[in-house]
């Protein structure tokens, strides 16, 4: 007799993008993907404006009957039916949105950036302790099974100690006149929104230097890096063009993470132009191809190899039946079996590690001083702040 997988009850919080995504993800059915020890269920959506909003949303999603929808995140976080809220608002809403689920007692998967400064991040960190709930950021890439495999092959030497590693995370939006191909109050260049190239697409790249230089590094000699930084920034007062370069003195190795709003890192949507992420060792190289969030390559370039080049592809399963499958469910599941198996933080991403990442971004932002207002940079709970309200 084959045991029932646990089940992770699920409450979603906001109703743009990226959540649509991920519900559709959490709505396949796991054994597609070759998952049969957790499942998930949704319970509940909100919206912040309407709860009109969130039915449009389950409509959107093929979501199943009897799912709530809600017009206020504090109605869902205090829906006695929802185990672990999955935030995606935007970033400059993540430490109010967060700890108002913290606060209700829920479990959160809070979408990346984690939160607009490293204090935002070090105090939810400190909450959900202090109440023993489980608390992650949403890195979906961490979880991809090419991204456990990369992590296995550094780790089994297979490109000797790794001493630089280069990404990429770069979207071509140039528009006329100087000007980029959004509108100013795009999320993707405001301000209020915490806008810029940085934190939306830039911590991909950081993602990738920080699973190999910093994660795989021995426990107990995690070294954080020293941060130098560039930044181009937009008439919106955003960053539109991130370079840091990371050093790890102790470890000898190197990372450059570079973003831009600009130009692309696949230029002509065929990765004519190479990997967007290099792995470097004494021995070879790894390199991943594909963007850097949801790459389906890998390739092994050996020093002795001859001229010849493992190829590897992992492509991202689909579920027949809604003919869907994105990636962001292996995050989900993550979710579900640190809760099965009674842990508060995924060991593949530790909420230390999310904080020093917070830190470098927050250095790399200050380096190129782009600021942002006072609204979404305090680290001062208020459960009545608009960006809890949705300023009703």
């Keep these: 007799m084959t045991s029932q997988p646990f089940t992770l009850k699920w409450g979603i919080m906001a109703t743009g993008g990226i959540a649509q995504t991920f519900t559709k993800d959490l709505l396949t059915n796991p ?10 269920k949704l319970v509940a959506v909100a919206s912040s404006s309407s ?13 199943p009957s009897g799912v709530n929808a809600y017009g206020s995140y504090a109605e869902l976080v205090n829906d006695p039916d929802v185990e672990i809220v999955y935030v995606a608002t935007p970033h400059s809403h993540h430490f109010q949105n967060t700890m108002l689920a913290l606060e209700a007692g829920k479990h959160v998967l809070c979408e990346k950036a984690f939160t607009v400064n490293a204090s935002q991040a070090r105090k939810l960190v400190e909450t959900a302790r202090a109440k023993n709930l489980f608390l992650m950021e949403a890195v979906w890439t961490r979880y991809f099974p090419l991204s ?9 030497g297979a490109i000797g100690p790794v001493y630089r590693v280069i990404a990429d995370n770069s979207f071509g939006n140039d528009g006329p006149n100087g000007t980029l191909t959004f509108p100013d109050e795009n999320r993707m260049v405001n301000p209020d929104l915490a806008g810029g190239a940085l934190l939306d697409l830039g911590i991909y790249s950081l993602t990738w230097l920080f699973q190999i230089l ?12 020293n941060t130098v930084a560039a930044i181009n920034k937009y008439s919106t007062g955003a960053d539109e063009m991130t370079n840091i370069i990371l050093q790890f003195p102790k470890h000898k190795s190197m990372g450059i993470a570079m973003t831009c709003l600009r130009i692309a890192t696949n230029t002509d949507g065929q990765n004519s132009g190479g990997p967007a992420i290099k792995i470097q060792g004494p021995l070879g190289e790894i390199q991943v191809v ?9 390739r092994i370039v050996k020093k002795d190899g001859g001229g ?34 009674g842990k508060k933080e995924s060991a593949t991403l530790p909420l230390s590690e999310s904080i020093v990442i917070m830190e470098v971004m927050e250095e790399a932002l200050k380096q190129g001083d782009v600021k942002y207002p006072e609204l979404i940079t305090t680290d001062v709970y208020d459960p009545k702040s608009p960006l809890n309200t949705g300023g009703k």
Excluded: N
């Design 148 to 156: 456990i495999k990369i992590r296995e092959l550094v780790q089994s």
């Design 290 to 298: 594909g963007p850097a969030y949801s790459p389906i390559q890998y």
């Design 31 to 40: 054994a597609s993907r070759g998952v049969h020890d957790v499942a998930h």
């Design 214 to 225: 910093y994660h795989l590094q021995p426990e107990g000699e995690k070294e954080a890096p």
């Design 308 to 341: 010849k080049v493992e190829i590897v592809d992992c492509p991202i399963p689909k579920d027949p039946e809604r003919d869907w499958g994105h990636g962001m469910f292996w995050e989900a599941d993550e979710c579900a079996r640190c809760l099965r198996d």
């Design 51 to 63: 709860k009109e909003s969130a039915t449009s949303f389950l409509e959107k999603v093929k979501a």
